[in-house]
């Protein structure tokens, strides 16, 4: 009997990517006065602030630490000529301390109706 010969699954399509390029400055974040030696200290709140520089589809390797975000796209927000980010916004903290102002993309879309719709 001759053995069947298997065709292997085709190769899973490679994810795309946009490299978004900011500038990202913290303030605060420092001991609150009068706990130096505590183990336990609490620090006043960090404060982020970011701009949005760039958005490119080749990734910026002129630095050693390139500040760039990596965005996984679907095929046609990386061939769209003009592309909208939702980024979102939120405070984190802990005992410790809180930081404002922490940033992530939730979405990347072709128009600026998109993010909204139901």
């Known amino acids: 009997m001759a053995k069947k010969k298997s065709i292997p699954p085709p190769p899973e399509p490679k994810p795309k990517y946009l490299y978004l390029s900011y500038e990202e400055t913290s303030t ?33 390797k002129g630095t ?17 000529e003009r592309v909208f980010l939702v980024i979102y916004r939120h405070r984190d903290g802990d005992t410790f301390g809180t930081s404002h102002g922490n940033w992530g993309v939730w979405a990347s879309v072709k128009t600026e109706e998109e993010p909204t719709d139901p």
Do not use: I, K, M
Not at 36 to 50: A, H, K, L, Q
Not at 67 to 80: H, L, P
């Open 28 to 60: 605060g974040g420092d001991y609150a006065d009068g706990e130096e030696g505590d183990s336990f200290r609490n620090r006043s709140p960090r404060n982020t602030t970011v701009s949005f520089t760039a958005l490119s589809r080749v990734q910026d």
């Open 64 to 80: 050693f630490f390139p500040s760039c975000s990596c965005v996984e796209v679907s095929d046609d927000v990386y061939a769209a």
